[in-house]
């Protein structure tokens, strides 16, 4: 049973930081894609991030050179570092996990993911 649970999220001033976690659980794959997701209020879900698991990351437009996604070496947990926080960046972050390397622009897609953690809130004012 796959199991994702979100942690990190809160409120912050615009500018500043937040690192979000994923605790990954019953996802033992030796190929697999991770990513994080967001959906602001009144919009669709947006791609935020993704990596697989040779190690390449790629980030929406929006995010880059702010935000930075990475794993632990273990594969239990995944993060998200935010910076240079913006009010658009104002939603609910959620963490994806799908059981192959994606690469490219698959590893944006929602279509991409099998499993899916409930959401962790982030509010930048």
């Known amino acids: 049973h796959v199991q994702l649970v979100e942690s990190g999220g809160g409120s912050v001033q615009a500018g500043g930081s937040l690192r979000l976690s994923c605790a990954v659980s019953?996802?033992?794959?030796?190929?697999?894609?991770m990513a994080w997701f967001r959906q602001a209020p009144g919009k669709g879900r947006e791609a935020v991030a993704g990596i697989n698991s040779a190690g390449n990351a790629l980030y929406a437009d929006s995010v880059l050179s702010r935000f930075t996604i990475s794993e632990d070496s273990a594969r239990n947990t995944l993060f998200l570092q935010m910076n240079d926080l913006l009010p658009e960046d104002t939603a609910v972050y959620s963490c994806?996990?799908?059981?192959?390397?994606?690469?490219?622009?698959?590893?944006?897609?929602?279509?991409?993911?099998?499993?899916w953690g409930q959401g962790t809130q982030v509010t930048v004012s």
């Open positions: 019953g996802f033992t794959y030796s190929q697999y894609s």
């Open positions: 994806a996990a799908a059981p192959r390397r994606w690469y490219g622009g698959k590893l944006l897609l929602v279509g991409s993911y099998d499993y």
